[in-house]
Each structure stands twice: as C-alpha cells, then as structure tokens.
C-alpha cells in the first residue's frame, strides 16, 4: 500500500514538444506529492511539489496535475528542451511518518534537439 | 544556505578497509537520512535520524554504521563492505514530519566503489 507506481519507465520527446509522466497510489494516508529532477552523478532536486486538496500546480514550463479520485498525478513538461533530460521521479509522502518519501520507479527523460 | 554537502565524492575501497563518508547541512533541518542509489533505480532509505536521534533503521547490515554528532552534520562508517555495496550514497535532509517545507534537500552524493 505504500507502493507508488510511475510510468512509462523512459520517454523520447522532441525539443519544444509535451513531456507527460504519470504515477498513481493507493495508500490514501498520502498527503504530499513531490518530483524530483536527477541528473547523472547528482542528487535528487526537487523540481515541484502538490497537496491533494489542489488540482493543478504550474511552476513555468513544469506542471502537475493531481487526480484524488482516480489517485493519479502527473508532470507536464512544457517546451521540453535537451537540458529538460534527466530522470525524474515522482514521490508521495505520509503525513507523520517519519519514513517520509516513497519513490516511483523513476522515467528517464531524453529531449532530442 | 540551502545545500546538503558530502563529502569525499567518489570513494574507491577495499572490502578490508574501514572510511567514512560525511554530510553537512546548515539549513536548520532537524531531520537526516542516508539513502543508496543503485544505477536507473530510485533511492532506497537507509537511516534516518530526527532530532540527532537514530529513528530509522531499515534492516541496513551492521558494515553500515550511521553517527548524527549534532544537528548539522551525519556521518556514514563503512567497514568490511562487499562489491554489491557500490552505488551512489545520498544524504538528504528536511524538517521533520509535521513541519513545512515538506521537501527533502539532497546532497549530490558519494559514489562508492568497492574492490
């Protein structure tokens, strides 16, 4: 129930084309949903972040939309250019646990010039 | 400041050697974790620490050793380690549960070798 499943494992966009990552849950306790942005030899960064008492977040090119229902969000990626390509990875996080993060599978991103 | 600092980036090791790996933040987190990254995998938590107080410890074998000296820094003793230990090691940290921002800030990490 903790699981969080991320799709598709990786995704060949054109420069200025839509990037569209998926992830859905089914542990309902989860009350924050993180991406995060990894470059090879990096850390995780966070890119952008949602509640589930909000729809739609857009922070520049980057957005996420958040289904509670169906418990499913997703990242948009506006305009995707090459240095959009990374590996990103979706999270959930449940209130009061000290475990914190619980990570997708993670979706290498390649944006062709 | 905003950033997690680990040092020494890479570490190549032998499987008799003991070293360390260290992390530093002065963000004023009160929470610390130490995450293994596997190559194309997402990271997978080892230790946690809230309050300079090991909270977390996810069955990591005991060649792990976590030490939290105090609210800014972490450390990682590695001893006796196997071959299947190399990946990239992540320290993050973050308020803890309950406190806002929500997000964890991750260091750019060690990348261990062991031979």
């Known amino acids: 129930q903790q699981q969080v499943k991320q799709s598709p494992q990786s995704l060949i966009v054109q420069k200025g084309g839509i990037s569209i990552i998926n992830c859905a849950y089914e542990n309902t306790a989860f009350d924050y949903f993180p991406w995060y942005q990894q470059f090879p030899g990096k850390g995780p960064a966070l890119l952008i972040a949602?509640?589930?008492?909000?729809s739609e977040k857009k922070e520049g090119r980057f957005t996420i939309s958040f289904n509670k229902s169906a418990k499913q969000f997703s990242l948009h990626i506006m305009d995707s250019q090459p240095g959009d390509s990374a590996t990103y990875f979706c999270a959930a996080r449940v209130r009061g646990s000290a475990r914190q993060l619980t990570f997708g599978s993670g979706t290498q991103l390649t944006v062709l010039p | 400041d905003t950033e997690v600092t680990q040092t020494p980036k890479h570490l190549v090791m032998g499987m008799t050697n003991k070293k360390s790996l260290k992390c530093e933040q002065h963000?004023?987190?009160?929470?610390m974790y130490w995450y293994k990254q596997k190559a194309k995998k997402p990271p997978e938590l080892m230790f946690v620490y809230s309050y300079e107080k090991l909270s977390i410890n996810e069955s990591v074998p005991s060649r792990f050793s976590p030490e939290c000296p105090n609210s800014s820094l972490l450390n990682l003793h590695l001893h006796a380690l196997q071959p299947e230990d190399s990946a990239l090691y992540l320290c993050?940290?973050?308020?803890?549960?309950?406190?806002?921002?929500?997000?964890?800030?991750f260091g750019s990490g060690t990348r261990l070798t062991v031979v």
């Open positions: 993050a940290s973050s308020h803890p549960s309950g406190g806002l921002p929500y997000g964890y800030t």
């Open positions: 963000m004023g987190h009160r929470a």
């Open positions: 949602i509640r589930p008492d909000v």
